[in-house]
């Protein structure tokens, strides 16, 4: 059973930075990708960025790119996503997330995702 915990949320000022991190337990596979999503009150869930769980491959979504970084210890099971010149427009929970099965895609946008985390709080202010 996969389990993912993420921490680290909380409230910031416009331009600061925050670290979420992501806990996972359970089977992972080395063709993987973990995720970062995000929820903001009233929209749709939407990718934040992805990176392999063996590899060096990322992705992410415009509105982060050259703000956020993401990257992961395998050793500590654990997937960090480092946020930098946090705008008040990056306030949601957001949520870790585990593609499903071991199927390997060269291509990072191809993986989808059946493991969640609760989710974690993240407040920008202006």
């Known amino acids: 059973q996969v389990q993912l915990v993420e921490s680290g949320g909380g409230l910031v000022q416009a331009g600061g930075s925050m670290r979420l991190s992501c806990a996972a337990s359970?089977?992972?596979?080395?063709?993987?990708?973990m995720a970062w999503f995000r929820q903001a009150p009233g929209k749709e869930r939407e990718f934040v960025a992805a990176?392999?769980?063996?590899?060096?491959?990322?992705l992410y979504t415009d509105s982060v790119k050259g703000r956020f970084t993401i990257s992961r210890d395998n050793a500590k099971n654990t997937v960090y996503l480092q946020m930098n010149s946090l705008k008040p427009e990056d306030t949601a929970v957001y949520y870790c997330?585990?593609?499903?099965?071991?199927?390997?895609?060269?291509?990072?946008?191809?993986?989808?995702?059946?493991?969640w985390g609760q989710g974690t709080q993240v407040t920008v202010s202006s």
């Open positions: 997330a585990r593609s499903l099965g071991s199927t390997y895609y060269s291509s990072l946008q191809k993986y989808e995702y059946g493991y």
């Open positions: 359970g089977r992972i596979f080395s063709s993987n990708v």
């Open positions: 990176i392999r769980w063996n590899g060096d491959s990322t």
